[in-house]
């Protein structure tokens, strides 16, 4: 199914058609569309079987990395190669960050075949996950990266790994690929990356480009700690800070019997929460035991906790079949900090929005979350217009502006600001904790 397909037909599913698609149905792809990370999933096996933190009944994530960024920064990345980052404009707030504090390496290199424009803008490795930045440029609509090969120094590898990214305009797609390999990677080294299908157009885009780690102190922690909670065994075994992102690496023994999947929370010791991003593993089965090793991603850390708790959560389960509340507040006078639209998500907190800018060719929503899951309560918020029409915007990602402080911003189609326009949200279940497992790191710095 292409992308503008699905787009299509999710936005049909998400609609508030009751009759068409049952309330516990819909609640369910909602719920599990909102537990999703704001990414594509591409995942390559390390071991004899593996996994991915995306659930795989779910092949709608295409739409949630995606997003648009204004035509005047599709002019630029487009006319003027090497004056805009795709990191910048495309990537999370680690990348922002890593970009704008100039640690990438930049790549610049472009490939063409069956009208397809494939350039390789700069890439980062720091220590835990390698990411390549690209720019999709296509006579048609840009399709998706299908069928890609790496080596490093020559060796063929396989890597899981994810793609995002942001639409720039019908013919242009600025796309960021995350890979995270199993064993560190040398100081300096060779990719050579090779793509031979985009959007199920055959063909040959190959690259090789040198990438240097990334020029910074990580902090990293060996804790090699175990907990047990009935049949289930965690171990921690590391966890590594860097400017960009965050590692936690970990061994989990559960019975074969054991159906659920278990993701995994990270929060600093002043209570804030990490973004959870992508995450994949494998593992081996020991007689009646499944062993999983499994690398969990977050984003950085903005200064070095003095330890962090890791809460193991139980995905799936009842919660997941409940019809989800809507809340909706109608904005009656321009919220700000000091007095904000409050829109209450249930057992999982609030969100509260402290400003909203009328431009001429959008609207942007700035507001902050609280609560037990931050992130995943800032990708629940739309606009209904007097009509009751729904804004849900699936191509328009979350933009993270304080990861610390839970602040963020999301983009909605021109509203005039007299218009009478409604926020909503949805009431989120508390996460199901495996408390028994739930282990505290101390950070030795």
Not at 75 to 103: I, N, T, Y
Not at 439 to 444: A, F, K
């Amino acid at each position: 199914m292409s992308r503008a397909n699905l787009d299509a037909r999710l936005e049909h599913l998400l609609e508030d058609k009751p009759k068409e698609l049952p309330d516990a149905v819909r609640s369910r792809i909602e719920l599990t569309l909102a537990r999703l990370p704001d990414r594509r999933p591409a995942w390559r096996p390390w071991r004899p079987w593996a996994f991915a933190t995306a659930a795989a009944a779910v092949t709608a994530l295409a739409v949630l990395g995606s997003a648009f960024v204004s035509p005047a920064a599709a002019a630029q990345l487009r006319h003027m190669p090497g004056a805009a980052s795709v990191f910048r404009l495309a990537g999370d707030f680690g990348l922002k960050a890593a970009d704008e504090k100039g640690l990438v390496t930049t790549v610049n290199q472009h490939a063409d075949d069956q009208g397809i424009e494939l350039q390789i803008s700069e890439a980062l490795y720091d220590g835990t996950r390698l990411s390549i930045g690209y720019l999709q440029t296509a006579s048609g609509q840009p399709g998706e990266l299908e069928s890609i090969r790496y080596a490093i120094d020559g060796k063929p590898v396989s890597f899981a790994g994810s793609q995002s990214g942001s639409r720039m305009d019908e013919h242009t797609y600025a796309g960021v690929i995350n890979l995270t390999p199993e064993a560190e990677l040398p100081k300096q080294f060779e990719v050579t990356m090779t793509v031979s299908r985009i959007g199920g157009k055959e063909g040959k885009w190959a690259f090789t480009f040198p990438v240097r780690r990334m020029t910074s102190t990580n902090t990293v922690v060996m804790p090699m700690k175990t907990q047990s909670s009935g049949d289930l065994t965690l171990t921690v075994r590391k966890i590594v800070f860097t400017p960009s992102s965050t590692e936690l690496d970990v061994q989990i023994k559960q019975p074969k019997s054991f159906d659920r999947f278990i993701n995994y929370d990270l929060v600093d010791d002043q209570g804030v929460v990490f973004e959870r991003r992508s995450g994949g593993g494998g593992g081996r089965t020991e007689g009646d035991f499944e062993i999983a090793d499994f690398k969990q991603l977050f984003g950085p850390a903005q200064k070095i906790p003095q330890s962090v708790t890791v809460r193991p959560v139980i995905e799936g389960g009842l919660e997941a079949s409940v019809p989800l509340k809507e809340t909706r507040v109608p904005m009656e006078s321009a919220p700000d900090e000091e007095h904000p639209l409050v829109l209450s998500q249930g057992e999982t907190g609030q969100l509260k929005i402290t400003r909203v800018e009328f431009l001429k060719d959008k609207t942007l929503v700035h507001y902050q979350t609280e609560g037990s899951q931050p992130f995943l309560q800032s990708t629940q918020l739309w606009i209904e217009d007097e009509t009751g029409r729904k804004y849900l915007l699936l191509d328009r990602r979350t933009e993270t502006v304080d990861p610390g402080r839970h602040m963020f911003l999301r983009e909605f189609p021109p509203f005039r600001p007299d218009q009478k326009l409604t926020f909503v949200t949805r009431e989120l279940p508390e996460p199901n904790y495996a408390e028994g497992l739930e282990m505290t790191i101390p950070i030795q710095k």
